[in-house]
């Protein structure tokens, strides 16, 4: 029995349908992957259709132009070049109107004004519809020798459209709700980390991991204000050249001026720049001016204050969305809590030291001939600390109880303090009483804690050299540190910095007060302590002898060493004051 054409119809008709629920069921059901989806709607519409070629355009909202999403039978250059401005050719035409056109030899010129194509017998173009929202359009093309399409076909084609609209326009809508749970869970993550940068250092190398996780971006700036200064940070794979750079910091110093009543000049801007790996292909040339296309940025703000500048650059056109937008200035407002977190950190980590120095210096007025021998003892441990290459925190530990070592002392009698001869028996062990009172003093008190390399209230020349250590000295060191390391990732240091004040009296070999423990088994802050406070004692002036020279404290504390004092703290700091790493008076 011969088919009619309406048989003909419905059963392209159920075919359609059938197809477009169990392939789209079937991309849906095994990811929202949307590429994919595209494909498989204009692959399944063209397979029962019997179309030659065809392409499925979406519409860039914010451009109001069409581009190809999936295409069949076109080439692959032109697919990436055609962008299609509302009411142009053929699928701009549909998506303006969102009606379907059938297009054939008749009546293309009459709609366009000139001759049909000679590689297409006829065209149909249906709008892809969801919610009264145009999503974009399907284009089919029959070439010369196939049947045209006809009217009947429109309503088939465009019912399979629905359908595929829906599709679309649900996967869209789990996708973005599904980027709007990880973008929320990314930026809580980032929240974190960035709060817990309590230092310039450490917020720019944990800015720098967030851009690079969240854009694609060719360069990227960090401009940071204070009240007496500004800084810019400059991020890239790529070199870039200075006229770059210089065009940046003017730019970036117009944002100073309108903030500053005090203005700064483009060359009082400190510069730090990073070089970093990103995701683009890196450029063979480095970057002009003139290379930058686009950029997008995003003010640091804090309750009402702007306290820098968020910017990230692209050599591409169309390099950034609004997307990127709004991710950069939602971690612009995340830096700027991190930032003012960085500020009040640092005021109340004066504040804190200033304190503490405040009750040694109120112990050092008992003696003048003892005043700033502290600071100089914490400065000494610092340096020696820092250059056994021991923890941040440990070392930050270490510069309190320099400062604190002596604060029992305030427990001891003035005039065995300021006494100008030998001590006798009796006095000597009143003295030897002031680790125990210090430690009485201190043990209400939690120190508050951050990790901060420690700031010396004498600072080192700026071209300080290095001292090298020997690696094995500096392995035996921190091999012993197993204790104290479990103590810095449990506990504030509190405890950690009593022990030390407490037990930098101890002597290396044994026998010293006030528990005459021996070698390792004193704390290696009280061991540094120990030879710090040794050879500041030795260079400064006392009631009973005049201040030692250098060479003569050095030679006397190498001496002391291995009975009284760890050898190997002894090396090292002679060589940090042979090398001139450290200032000595």
């Known amino acids: 029995m011969t088919k009619t054409f309406s048989d003909k119809y419905e059963n392209t008709k159920q075919a359609l349908n059938l197809s477009s629920l169990e392939e789209i069921s079937q991309v849906l059901g095994a990811s929202f992957d949307l590429d994919k989806l595209y494909q498989v709607i204009l692959d399944t519409i063209m397979k029962q259709t019997n179309a030659d070629a065809g392409s499925l355009m979406l ?89 045209a399409f006809s009217k009947d076909d429109i309503d088939v084609i465009s019912r399979f459209a629905f359908e595929s609209s829906i599709a679309i326009h649900n996967a869209k809508l789990y996708i973005e709700a599904e980027e709007k749970i990880q973008h929320l869970f990314r930026f809580n993550v980032i929240s974190c980390a960035l709060n817990a940068a309590l230092t310039p250092i450490k917020l720019i190398s944990i800015l720098t991991d967030c851009m690079c996780e969240l854009f694609d971006f060719d360069l990227y700036t960090l401009l940071v204000i204070s009240d007496d200064s500004a800084s810019l940070t400059l991020c890239s794979q790529n070199k870039i050249d200075k006229k770059t750079i210089n065009k940046l910091k003017k730019e970036l110093n117009l944002v100073i001026r309108g903030l500053k009543k005090n203005k700064v000049s483009p060359k009082e801007i400190e510069l730090n720049l990073i070089k970093i790996k990103n995701h ?21 703000i804090t309750k009402g ?36 977190n960085a500020h009040l950190y640092k005021s109340l980590r004066t504040t804190y030291l200033s304190t503490i120095k405040a009750l040694a210096q109120a112990i050092e007025e008992k003696d003048e001939y003892t005043r700033g021998h502290s600071d100089l003892v914490s400065y000494y441990s610092v340096a020696i600390a820092e250059a056994l290459q021991l923890p941040p925190k440990l070392i930050e530990g270490i510069q309190i109880a320099g400062i604190l070592h002596d604060i029992g002392k305030i427990g001891i009698p003035e005039k065995i303090l300021s006494k100008p001869g030998s001590l006798t028996k009796n006095e000597y062990e009143i003295i030897m009483k002031h680790p125990t009172i210090g430690k009485r003093i201190l043990e209400p008190v939690n120190f508050y804690w951050a990790d901060l390399t420690a700031d010396s209230e004498k600072k080192v020349k700026k071209k300080k050299r290095s001292i090298v250590v020997d690696a094995k000295i500096i392995q035996e060191i921190q091999g012993s540190l197993n204790a104290t390391v479990s103590i810095l990732k449990e506990i504030d240091l509190s405890e950690e910095i009593k022990a030390m004040i407490y037990h930098h009296h101890e002597k290396y070999s044994g026998g010293g007060y006030p528990t005459g423990i021996k070698k390792e088994e004193i704390p290696i802050g009280s061991r540094i302590l120990a030879v710090a406070d040794t050879f500041e004692a030795m260079t400064a002036d006392r009631p009973y002898r005049k201040a030692f020279s250098t060479k003569k404290a050095l030679r006397l504390i190498n001496e002391c060493a291995p009975f009284q004092l760890d050898p190997k703290i002894v090396d090292i700091f002679t060589r940090l004051v042979k090398q001139k790493c450290v200032i000595v008076n």
Do not use: W
Request: charged share 25%; net charge positive.
């Open 59 to 147: 519409l860039d909202h914010n451009k109001k132009e069409l581009y190809i999403a999936a295409s069949q039978g076109i080439n692959k250059n032109f697919v990436k070049k055609i962008r299609v401005k509302l009411g142009q050719i053929v699928a701009g035409i549909v998506a303006e109107a969102k009606k379907p056109l059938l297009i054939d030899n008749k009546n293309f010129q009459s709609i366009f004004g000139k001759k049909p194509r000679k590689n297409v017998k006829s065209a149909l173009c249906v709008p892809l519809i969801a919610g009264n929202k145009l999503i974009g359009v399907i284009n089919l093309n029959r070439i010369p020798g196939s049947e």
């Open 280 to 300: 683009r292909q890196m450029i063979k040339h480095p970057i002009l001016p003139k290379h930058i296309r686009e950029v997008i940025n995003a003010p640091i």
């Open 305 to 340: 204050n702007t306290l820098g500048m968020l910017s990230i650059y692209s050599v591409e056109e169309h390099g950034f969305d609004q997307k990127d937008q709004q991710s950069l200035s939602t971690l612009a407002n995340q830096a700027a809590v991190a930032l003012e």
